[in-house]
């Protein structure tokens, strides 16, 4: 019997496999597994830093929006937001949030995957992207070329990457004899992360590592370092335990997260480009 249909390349089933991954969770995502206490802190200075590079009625493009938590607090102080997501089961969470949030015609919330921007029209004055919808990008450099046709000269993307160098989860899983999964971040290429028994298909990037393949159209303002004294997200039930002594650790992360050196490791890291 012959088959008409192609058979997926092992690309386009990493890509179906991380879909599959973030529509298993779609429906609880915007709750403790995905915006905890320390999720919420590391959101707050990516609102900050968004605010702080474009003015109120701009347009915006969110890469990777999951149920829409960032679009619609930006829709809400008058930006104008495409949110695009891979998982389609995450657009349809971010489309209800716009219209319980009564934001809907400031917000539009699109399917389309960040290795897929050249579905995309418009010119916009910022591209952000939270949490690290980038790290699962197969060919960066592309995702770097289509940001360059869709952002407007002088226009800025923010985004916030998983990092390379995480000393908490280092110690956290050497401490317990899980060496390989302690030096999991230093994987060279592609790397499967299980969540929710699904694979996500995942790349990690020290800040520079991650700015090159954006060099060509785009100048480095300036980067830091996401959760570095606070311990990451999942290990939130530390945080709970003692809540006054990892705030002191939070105003270290807040007084010295852009320092040299300090700024290449944290949970995540937060970068700041403008388009030439």
């Known amino acids: 019997m012959r088959h008409d249909l192609a058979t997926p390349t092992p ?4 890509l179906r496999e991380t879909q599959e991954a973030f529509d298993s969770v779609a429906a609880d995502y915007d709750g403790p597994r995905g915006n905890n206490e320390l999720i919420q802190r590391m959101r707050l200075t990516l609102w900050a830093t968004v605010r702080d590079e474009l003015p109120a009625g701009s347009r915006l493009l969110d890469l990777g929006c999951g149920t829409g938590i960032d679009a619609v607090e930006f829709a809400r102080s008058r930006f104008h937001v495409t949110a695009s997501d891979w998982s389609p089961r995450m657009v349809e969470r971010a ?3 716009a219209e319980a949030a009564g934001v809907s015609s400031r917000m539009e919330a699109v399917h389309v995957g960040v290795q897929e921007l050249d579905r995309l029209d418009g010119t916009y004055d910022g591209i952000y992207s ?4 980038l790290n699962c990008a197969p060919d960066m450099k592309a995702v770097a070329a289509q940001c360059a046709r869709l952002v407007r000269p002088g226009g800025s993307l923010v985004f916030s990457v998983i990092g390379r160098v995480c000393p908490w989860e280092v110690g956290h899983y050497a401490m317990r004899g899980r060496f390989r999964r302690a030096l999991v ?3 060279r290429g592609v790397t499967p992360v299980g969540m929710n028994k699904h694979t996500i298909w995942t790349y990690y990037y020290f800040p520079r590592e991650f700015y090159a393949a954006f060099a060509e159209h785009f100048t480095l303002s300036r980067y830091r370092a996401l959760s570095l004294f606070m ?3 999942y290990m939130v039930d530390r945080v709970r335990r003692r809540p006054a002594f990892y705030e002191r650790l939070g105003r270290l992360d807040d007084r010295f ?3 040299p050196l300090l700024r290449d490791m944290g949970d995540h890291f937060l970068i700041v480009m403008h388009r030439r």
């Open 11 to 14: 690309l386009e089933l990493r």
């Open 95 to 97: 489309r209800e949030r």
């Open 130 to 133: 939270n949490f690290g919808p």
């Open 185 to 187: 971040r230093g994987n």
């Open 231 to 233: 311990p990451p997200p």
């Open 257 to 259: 997260g852009g320092a």
